[in-house]
C-alpha cells in the first residue's frame, strides 16, 4: 500500500508538473498571439541591440581618439544627467500624447545619431566632444523611448498576462545587452567603426519601422487644463498619496545602491583573485549565462501574482550573492556568484516594471513608468558610488555594505507596507 501510495504521488506530481509547463507555454503563447505586442517586441530588439552597440562602438572610438578612461567616462556617462531630468517630462508627455508616435520618432532620432556618427568618422573630422553631443542626444532620446514602450505594453497586453508579456517583453532587452556589443566588436574588426555605427543606426531604423506598426485602443479625448509642468506636479503628488506607489518608488530609487556592484568585479578579479583580463572575461561571462537562466525561468513561470514577494526575495537574492562576492577565494567561486546574480537581475527588473504598471491609472500611466526609466538612469550613479565607497573602505566593505542596505531597505518596505504586501494578489 505504501509503494502504491508513493506512486499515486509521484503520478500526481508528473501531471501537475506537465500542467504547470503546460499553462507556461499557453501563457507565452497568449501574448504573442497580439499582432501589436509583436510589432512592440521587434522594436524592442531592434532598439535595444541598435543602443548596445552603439554604447560599445563609441567607447572604442574615444578611446582610440584620447587614450583616455576619463574621456570614455565621460561620453558613456555625463549623458545621463540630462537624461535623468527630461525622463520625467517624458512621463507627462506620454500621459498627453499618443505614445506611438513618441516611440517612433525616438527611435528616428536614435537612428540619425548613429548614421551621424557613422558620417563624422568616415569623414574623418571626428572629435571626443562632437560625440559627447552625439552621446548625449541619443542618450535623450533612448530615454523616451523607454518611457513609451513601457507604458505601450499596458495598452496592448490586459492586466491578467502583465507578468508574463513583461518577461516575454524584457527576454529582448536581456539578449541584445549581449548581441549588441557583440556586433559591433565584429564589424568593428571587420569594417572600422565608421560601418559599425551606419550599420546600427540601419538597425534602429527597423526599430522605428517596427513601432509605426503597434496599434493601440483609441484613447479617450481629456481637456488639459495643466500645463506640463502641473501634469508633473500631478504625478509626484499622485506617487506621494498611493501607498503602493510611495513604496515601490523609494525602492526603485534605492536600487542605485546595487550598481556599487559592477564596478568592484574587475577589482575583486585582478586585487584579490589574480585572474587578469581572462579571469573577468570569464565571470562576466557566467553573469550572461545566468541572465539567459534568469530569462528562462521567468518565461516557464506563467503569470505570477504575488509580485510584492517576488520583489523582496530577488531583493534579498542579489544582497546575499553580493555579500557572497566580498569572500570569493577562487574563480570558481566567483563563476558560480555571477551566474546567480545575472540569474536574479531579470526578475527584479520584470517585477517593478510589472509593480509599477498595475499600480498606476491609464491617466498617470506614463509619469509612474517614467519611474522605471529613472531608476535605470539612477542605477548608472551607483558605478560612481561604488567607486568612491572603495576609495574609503575598499572593495569588501563596498560590497558588503552594499548588500547590508538593500536587505534591510527591501525588507523594512515589505514589512511596513501592505499594500507592498498585497500588490499583484487582487
Do not use: H
Not at 510589432?39 to 584620447?66: C, H
Not at 562632437?130 to 548625449?136: G, K, N, S, T, Y
Not at 565584429?186 to 513601432?211: M, P
Amino acid at each position: 500500500m505504501a509503494e502504491e501510495a508513493r506512486t499515486e504521488v509521484k503520478a500526481q506530481q508528473a501531471t501537475e508538473e506537465a500542467q504547470g509547463a503546460e499553462g507556461s507555454r499557453e501563457a507565452i503563447l497568449s501574448v504573442l498571439r497580439v499582432p501589436s505586442f509583436r510589432w512592440l517586441i521587434a522594436d524592442n530588439a531592434f532598439g535595444a541591440t541598435g543602443f548596445q552597440a552603439i554604447t560599445m562602438i563609441q567607447a572604442w572610438v574615444v578611446l582610440e581618439l584620447t587614450n583616455s578612461d576619463a574621456w570614455v567616462g565621460a561620453v558613456n556617462g555625463l549623458p545621463a544627467i540630462p537624461a535623468a531630468g527630461v525622463v520625467l517630462f517624458a512621463g507627462v508627455m506620454a500621459d498627453r500624447i499618443d505614445r506611438r508616435t513618441m516611440l517612433v520618432w525616438a527611435r528616428i532620432t536614435m537612428a540619425a545619431i548613429g548614421l551621424g556618427m557613422g558620417a563624422v568618422v568616415a569623414g574623418g573630422f571626428v572629435d571626443a566632444w562632437q560625440l559627447l553631443v552625439f552621446a548625449a542626444v541619443f542618450t535623450i532620446a533612448r530615454v523616451i523611448s523607454v518611457v513609451a514602450s513601457q507604458t505601450l505594453i499596458v495598452d496592448v497586453v490586459d492586466r491578467e498576462r502583465l507578468f508574463i508579456g513583461n518577461a516575454v517583453f524584457g527576454t529582448t532587452f536581456n539578449l541584445s545587452f549581449f548581441m549588441g556589443p557583440a556586433i559591433g566588436g565584429v564589424l568593428i574588426a571587420e569594417f572600422g567603426a565608421d560601418a559599425a555605427f551606419l550599420t546600427a543606426g540601419f538597425v534602429l531604423a527597423i526599430a522605428a519601422a517596427a513601432a509605426f506598426f503597434v496599434r493601440t485602443p483609441p484613447r479617450e479625448s481629456v481637456r488639459r487644463e495643466n500645463s506640463a509642468m502641473g501634469d508633473l506636479r500631478d504625478g509626484f503628488t499622485y506617487v506621494q498619496k498611493d501607498p503602493a506607489l510611495r513604496w515601490l518608488a523609494a525602492m526603485a530609487m534605492f536600487f542605485m545602491v546595487a550598481g556599487a556592484y559592477f564596478p568592484m568585479v574587475p577589482r575583486i578579479a585582478r586585487d584579490y583573485l589574480g585572474a587578469g583580463a581572462d579571469g573577468y572575461g570569464s565571470i562576466l561571462a557566467a553573469q550572461g549565462i545566468g541572465t539567459f537562466a534568469g530569462i528562462a525561468a521567468l518565461l516557464a513561470s506563467g503569470n505570477l501574482r504575488a509580485v510584492g514577494l517576488i520583489l523582496l526575495v530577488a531583493s534579498l537574492v542579489f544582497s546575499a550573492l553580493v555579500t557572497v562576492f566580498a569572500y570569493v577565494n577562487s574563480l570558481e567561486l566567483a563563476w558560480v556568484v555571477a551566474f546567480g546574480v545575472g540569474a536574479v537581475i531579470p526578475w527584479y527588473s520584470n517585477t517593478m516594471r510589472t509593480a509599477l504598471q498595475i499600480s498606476a491609472s491609464k491617466e498617470m500611466r506614463g509619469r509612474v513608468m517614467s519611474l522605471y526609466a529613472l531608476a535605470t538612469q539612477a542605477l548608472i550613479f551607483g558605478w560612481l558610488i561604488g567607486g568612491l565607497a572603495s576609495e574609503l573602505i575598499g572593495p569588501r566593505g563596498t560590497l558588503i555594505s552594499c548588500g547590508a542596505m538593500m536587505a534591510a531597505f527591501y525588507t523594512f518596505a515589505y514589512a511596513k507596507s501592505s499594500a507592498i504586501r498585497q500588490l499583484g494578489r487582487e
